[in-house]
């Protein structure tokens, strides 16, 4: 490159900058919402694992404990998976 096509690029190198910050902002944005949307369902996966902890728990506790009608706390489980709260988490 010669000399007089340098200066010709002096004056474009404030549009380069700050086309260069504008990208750089944009994507610091983007990974912002990824990040966000990721541990929205991160969230949504632990509170899932931890209803289904709580079922095994229980049904453990039905299997283990011999002292309770078992056909009758399984129809109770039954009934608390068809509630509306249950259906939201799947």
């Excluded at 190198?13 to 750089?24: D, E, M, R, S």
């Excluded at 404990?65 to 129809?75: C, N, R, V, Y």
């Amino acid at each position: 490159m010669d000399s007089d096509a340098i200066f010709m690029l002096i004056p474009l190198a404030p549009f380069l900058l700050a086309g260069f910050a504008i990208w750089t902002r944009h994507n610091r944005k983007i990974e912002e919402i990824r990040a966000g949307a990721t541990a929205e369902m991160a969230a949504q996966y632990a509170a899932r694992s931890q209803a289904l902890e709580e079922r095994v728990r229980v049904l453990e506790r039905i299997v283990t404990d011999k002292g309770f009608d078992t056909a009758a706390q399984i129809d109770a489980l039954r009934r608390d998976a068809s509630s509306p709260d249950s259906r939201r988490l799947s």
